[in-house]
């Protein structure tokens, strides 16, 4: 122990006498962190930075791979040690803290006004807060259903569209009508029941989230709020249509079961078409359908993917000026299809790479219109209400262990005092 | 005592389902490392894969700089080891002799300090590792390590320091010997497997750690193996599971074949003083 405090108080010492280094030699060099995890995706953003490199040689950007594992806290420890990257990958509901710290930059008179005014506002939305925006959100990707489309021919039902969703009300009768002989209509993979349920109750009008005047946010479980938990409840314990046991699953877990034609249908992100592709046994036909629709449409929550650049990076308008090149649209249509998710830019999404029948790509692009911030983006003690309150509740709902009224007093009463102590 | 052949089945038999329960984790990874995608996706996996191939070894081999890695761990393992060693050694032998409340406060403080989340320590540790330049640096990495194995090195030593009988010092202090020679000659041999079994904690307790690296190290040709696996695993821990189970798959054998070497002077280190001469 005495060596370790010895050792400790030496470099404590010697921190004293040093003094921090400069990075650049001449030129500007600009660390971007990206997330990128799968194999096109990492190419994708690698060649990317190529290009850049190759036609700005004054500012050269250096690729650093992050990982989504503990990013929370890998970047809090480079920004409170001022050796954060400069150009940050990230997720939007990942950003607050960041943001409220003064960690990252205001990018309001940074970028482009053709970036600002390719991105919907309510993507912006998810960036900003208070009266700034800190992060560009450039990849999100709604919830679908994944459906072993030979099944559903042969059931007859009505393959719902874009165009012509299913309802919640629809969506539980054809479960219901797909299930039997140790067969289930549905997989709901609800290890993180969180999320899941917030953001495809926007589509039934539900909120939960609600700001008074004085700004302050209290949890209302309201009657639209009630409908997807009622009918993933419905149909986990009373219609028997969903597996019970995927309901404590990630996403990756259901894929079997469904390959094996147990599931007809699995609600899962966007992007795991990727691994269905991948693992899909020879011959099995699977298609994307919407997630079914309520009284709010097709609408549902998204955290977008954001690029920021760190209020400590001496060369913010390069950074922006990168961020930029990278943002073009045909460089984010790249960057989507790099990760099957859907480019938020709305020139982007014109791309017809984006819009073929294969993979499920048009289905998901014709949704990107109805994605709105998630309902707990900008909540302060969100993180705090999700992992003490919701999601034990809604576990505990779902496996039907406590009734619709114990989970709203419970998302409620336990719900608001916990956000109360952070808006004291 | 002679055990009867039914006794001894059994526990030959109770010894095999250990085995095979401790195995398992690590055959599953091996079997999942040579299965295509589509057998990864299936809801009967099979032991042997029906069709096995390398390509998820290319593919980790093609994505990520995993020999690089696996060198950067190496070296920051192996040095952690050593350094630890060195530095708790002789301090084991202060702490275990020397029967004073300072030793005995020493040893109760070193159980505290594990108590210790990593979390907060990393940001003052951060603060001056970047005052000293071994930010994104492998030799910071080891200090950060050496330091973090000193405590329960120290705590393991002792213990095996205490297990030497001192008759031995003192007789050979009695034939002349000096107080270096003593600990040279007499005390080191003994304590052989017990240095080799703390050598062998630091090792792999460096070998596995991923919070330090992942925060000290930024660029890819300096990160260690830990980090470099977690570039399979995407948002919501969806995960590139045959790239991910090829490359787990070679960063568990150097640990293997390090324990594999030493594990004799283990087992001898563990028997050390259990029978009373």
Not at chain 1, 305 to 320: F, G, N, R, V, W
Not at chain 1, 410 to 422: F, K, Q
Not at chain 2, 11 to 24: D, G
Not at chain 2, 149 to 164: D, E, N, Q
Request: charged share 20%; aromatic share 10%.
């Amino acid at each position: 122990m005495r060596a370790r405090l010895l050792a400790l108080v030496l470099l404590l010492l010697l921190a004293g006498c040093s003094s921090g280094g400069t990075r650049d030699d001449g030129r500007i060099t600009l660390r971007f962190q990206s997330l990128a995890w799968q194999e096109e995706s990492v190419e994708a953003n690698k060649r990317l930075v190529e290009e850049w490199n190759a036609t700005h040689p004054d500012v050269r950007v250096e690729y650093v791979q992050g990982s989504w594992d503990s990013v929370h806290d890998q970047l809090l420890t480079a920004f409170e040690g001022g050796e954060a990257p400069d150009i940050i990958h990230d997720a939007s509901d990942d950003l607050a803290d960041f943001a409220y710290g003064g960690y990252l930059a205001d990018l309001t008179g940074l970028l482009p006004a053709r970036l600002k005014s390719d991105i919907p506002r309510r993507s912006w939305q998810t960036t900003t807060f208070g009266d700034g925006v800190y992060g560009v959100p450039f990849l999100q990707e709604p919830r679908v259903l994944i459906a072993n489309a030979t099944w559903l021919r042969t059931s007859g039902v009505r393959i719902p569209t874009p165009a012509k969703p299913w309802s919640w009300a629809e969506f539980r009768r054809v479960t219901e009508r797909l299930s039997g002989r140790g067969k289930y209509g549905v997989a709901w993979p609800l290890k993180e029941p969180v999320s899941a349920t917030l953001n495809l109750s926007l589509s039934a009008g539900g909120q939960l989230f609600h700001r008074g005047p004085d700004g302050k946010v209290t949890v209302r479980f309201g009657t639209g709020d009630q409908v997807v938990p009622r009918t993933v409840h419905a149909q986990a314990n009373t219609d028997r249509s969903a597996s019970p046991t995927t309901l404590g699953s990630g996403g990756s877990d259901t894929l079997p079961g469904f390959f094996a034609g147990r599931y007809a249908m699995v609600p899962l992100g966007f992007s795991y078409r990727q691994q269905i592709v991948q693992q899909a046994p020879r011959g099995f036909a699977w298609q994307v359908l919407p997630a079914p629709a309520g009284a709010g449409g097709l609408t549902q929550g998204v955290s977008p993917q954001t690029l920021s650049i760190a209020e400590d990076c001496p060369h913010k308008k390069q950074a922006a000026e990168f961020l930029d090149f990278l943002l073009r649209p045909p460089n984010m249509v790249r960057l989507a299809l790099g990760d099957w998710m859907l480019p938020t830019g709305t020139e982007a999404l014109k791309d017809p790479a984006l819009h073929r029948t294969k993979d499920g790509w048009a289905t998901g692009t014709a949704l990107a219109g109805h994605l709105r911030p998630a309902p707990a983006q900008s909540v302060r003690g969100y993180p705090e209400w999700k992992d003490k309150v919701a999601t034990p509740a809604l576990q505990e709902y779902y496996s039907g262990a406590i009734g619709i009224d114990e989970l709203g007093r419970r998302l409620e009463e336990d719900g608001n005092l916990v956000l109360a102590r952070y808006q004291r | 005592m002679r055990t009867s052949t039914p006794a001894r089945a059994g526990q030959y038999t109770a010894l095999l389902a250990y085995l095979v329960f401790l195995a398992f984790p690590f055959l599953w990874l091996l079997s999942t490392a040579f299965k295509p995608p589509r057998e990864l996706g299936s809801l009967h996996p099979t032991w042997i894969p029906e069709d096995p191939t390398l390509a998820n070894f290319r593919q980790a081999f093609d994505e990520q700089p995993l020999l690089q890695a696996a060198l950067n761990s190496l070296l920051a393992a192996l040095a952690a080891a050593v350094i630890a060693v060195l530095i708790a050694t002789p301090m084991a032998y202060v702490v275990a002799r020397r029967r004073t409340r300072l030793a005995k406060a020493v040893t109760g403080w070193v159980v505290v300090s594990q108590a210790f989340p990593f979390v907060l320590l990393i940001i003052p540790l951060f603060l001056v590792l970047k005052n000293l330049r071994l930010i994104n640096s492998v030799p910071g990495l080891v200090l950060v390590y050496v330091v973090w194995a000193l405590p329960f090195a120290l705590w393991m030593l002792a213990g095996y320091v205490r297990a030497v009988p001192p008759e031995l010092e003192e007789a050979a202090a009695v034939d002349g010997a000096g107080r270096l020679r003593t600990l040279v000659s007499v005390t080191a041999p003994l304590l052989a497997p017990g240095i080799v079994a703390t050598a062998l904690f630091a090792f792999i307790t460096a070998w596995n750690e991923f919070f330090f690296a992942l925060v000290l190290l930024k660029t890819p040709e300096k990160q260690t193996l830990p980090v470099v696996l977690t570039h399979f695993i995407g948002a919501e821990g969806v995960a590139d599971l045959g790239p991910l189970a090829a490359a787990a798959f070679l960063a568990t054998l150097p640990s293997l074949v390090v324990f594999a070497i030493i594990q004799r002077r283990i087992t001898g280190g563990m028997l050390t003083g259990a029978v009373k001469s």
